[in-house]
């Protein structure tokens, strides 16, 4: 696969987008009165949300939890919360903190998940944007070395950061997970709480003991499956956190 690649500035990828955020860039976005939703997936030792193939990437990510009488592996999303344009966007379509702009915006339009490929099409920029300018993508490698060593940094930043976002979720009182590939469950989360609870986590040693999740699902038969494992299944409706399903319809 070959495929080349200019941005042409439309600002499309800035709008409706929630940007997936390091610890410094959530803590940052906090300080610049954004806004940061929390997204919530889990799987079960025994397979249960896990694709195989994506065995290794999940679990590196994740950070293993008590769920009823089981293990599970919670993976925490912090993401800038767009729901229609950023904040940060002028109306120029220009970022205003070009300069500190958040990883996954300076890598867009590649993906940070290894199983994901790039797909063009299924990407906000316009036709004219895959038409000129550099390679991007060279007999299915990426060219730009720069842009590899910023997408490896997203991915260290997941794997490092994994415990120190469960135990800011425990404290903040998030504790519902959503069965990967099932849903996620979203947060958001008090900013001021959010900002205060980062800098406590990071000035204290964490505590060694996992938390304890309970998982919303999307249906009784998902339900029984996870029940049917040991994790506990939470039935009641969500108050403090809504439940993203991804069942198909
Ligand atoms: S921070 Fe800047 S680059 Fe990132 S989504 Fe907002 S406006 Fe776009
Ligand atoms: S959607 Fe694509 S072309 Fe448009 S600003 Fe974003 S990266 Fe550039």
Known sequence: MNTTFSCVGCGKCCTGHHVPLTLDEARMWANDGGQVIVLVEAFLPNGLGLPAAQREHAERRSA???SGTSDARVAITFAAYNVGRCHNLDDENLCRIYERRPLVCRIYPMEINPHIPLDTAAKDCPPESWE???????????????????????????????????RICMSLGI?????????????????????????????????????EWQFHL???????????????????????????????A
């Open 64 to 66: 293993v939890v008590r």
């Open 218 to 248: 999307s249906g009784e038969d998902v339900a029984n499956q996870v029940s049917a494992s040991g994790a506990r299944v939470v039935t009641e409706a969500p108050v403090t956190y809504a439940f993203i399903s991804l069942r198909a």
């Open 175 to 211: 504790h519902t997970t959503a069965l990967k590939g099932d849903g996620f469950t979203a947060y958001l989360p008090n900013m001021a709480a959010f900002a205060a609870t980062i800098d406590q986590a990071r000035s204290q040693p964490l505590d060694q003991a996992a938390g």
């Open 132 to 166: 000129t300018g550099p390679q991007l993508i060279l007999g299915g490698e990426l060219v730009d070395q720069e842009l590899a060593r910023l997408i490896e940094r997203s991915r260290q930043a997941d794997r490092e950061e994994i415990a120190i976002k469960e």
